[in-house]
């Protein structure tokens, strides 16, 4: 095999290999989120187009929110993987975790999932440790 049909095969080999990895289910995607900051709230937004709100699982604990599930293919899609041109969705298992601030009401936490987009409001206290510090 000549030096550039090695590399082709050493390329499609670590390509092939990729795939594979985002199609196991002990690897997990972490989908795309944003999160702002007001003097009264945080607001996450998570992007999870096709999971089910069935598949969504939320839990606070220790200074964290952390949101995790699992998002399964279509069952109409064929299940030949090897006849894909192009994979770029991730499926399988997902998570993310953000840090909270200690002035979070958290019995008021609030989440909607619509659209595929999961929306969590936290509201939070005012900031009463926050302390002005001197420059001299």
Known sequence: MSFEGQKKNNLK?????EY???RDDSYCFKPFADMCESAGKIVIQVELSGVKKENLNIELCDGFIEISGVKTKDKDIAQEE???QRMERSYGFFKRSFNLPKNIIAESINASFKDGVLNIIIPKNADINAKTIKIY
């Open 13 to 17: 080999f670590i390509i092939n290999d």
């Open 20 to 22: 594979k990895k985002r």
């Open 82 to 84: 090897e006849n894909y």
